[in-house]
Each structure stands twice: as structure tokens, then as C-alpha cells.
């Protein structure tokens, strides 16, 4: 694994983590279900992650399966992870069979969401400022919410792209952390990964899991 991808997944975990600690404090009254409201959709699932950290982490990590099949749960219906795995898969998609692109899917899922528990599971608490809350407008279908990770040695920025999908849900669609697109960086550990197989896409999906992200 390069150097950049593990500084990505570095990046990748502490995002989730200062995410998680700092917007902790969130009233529950204020993150009901707002699905149609991007930001406390954020927000609202954030409170629903702490909950889930809280429960599972005294027995972590003997609970580790069930930890991950709560977290796996929480985020289904949040992250648009079809739609990533899809832009991960690049112009391979196109030469993927139904059943390989379906495979994938849950592969990457499955991975990420396994990256994302072990990364939450220990999380400290740092400060993390919301910087562009604003107005959804109507029809909007995309939007960018930033965030500033802070620590005492450091700022990173913190992006998520979001898209409002037919039913009105706001999904993630993307992270960028501190400048490195995730979504561009596993597309290329997608295609170096290809290449290295011959194009042999089944060698690729088999040997893609949450040791990979």
C-alpha cells in the first residue's frame, strides 16, 4: 500500500472520528428524521453513531461482527455507497457483468463500513466547526457541507458531497479530507488494481475487502 493511500486512511478515520466527538452534542430534538435537510441529516445520524459506538465499544473487539452489522445498518439508507462503488469501479463498470457490479457493491460496502467502525470504535474528542450552513434551495440536487477539523497542532478541511435523491433524501455521495478525494483515490486503487490483474475483474472483487480501504 503507498504512502499517500495511508496517509488517506489516516485522514480518512480521523475525519470520521472528529466528526463523531464533536457534533456529540447535538440535540436529539433538533436531529429527528430531517432527510430533506442535508445538514441535520448529518447531524441526525451522527447522535444515532454514538449510540451505537457507546453500546458496542466496552466488549470491542469480540462484539466486532455485530458492531459492524449495527453500523452497516445505520448508514444504509445514508451513504449512497451503489453510487460509489459505481464511480469506484471507473470505466471498468461498463465491463463488469450485473452480477460483478452487484458483487462489488457489497464488497466495498461491506469494506468501508468496516474501515469507517474501526476508525469510530476509539475516537477522542477534538473540535470541528460547521463553516457553510446555509439555505437548500428548491430543486437543489447537490451541495457541499464543510467542516474544519481542529486540533492543537492543526486544521483540516472536511468535505461532503451530497445529492438529493427523487424521494427528497440527501445522501453522501463523497468525502474529500484535507485536500485527498476518496472517491478518486479508491477509483485509482481500483484501476492500478485492474491492471495488475490483467483486467481479470473477478481476481480484483475477490481481493478487494476492508484491508484494501
Known sequence: MSNVFMAVKKWFCMGLLTLASALGVVSLTIAQDNASDPYQQIEQVTVELLETIAKHKDAYPENEK?????????LLGRIDFAFIARNVMGNYYKQATPEQRARFAATFRSGLVETYGRGLIGYENQEIV??????????????????EIRSAETVYPLEYSMARKKTGQWMVVNVVINGINLGKTFRNQFVQSAQRAGGDLEQVINGWSSKSL
Open 66 to 74: 455485530a458492531y459492524f452489522n449495527s453500523l452497516e445498518g445505520l
Open 130 to 147: 460547521l463553516v457553510n450552513v446555509g439555505q437548500v434551495a428548491e430543486g437543489q440536487r447537490r451541495l457541499t457541507v464543510k467542516q
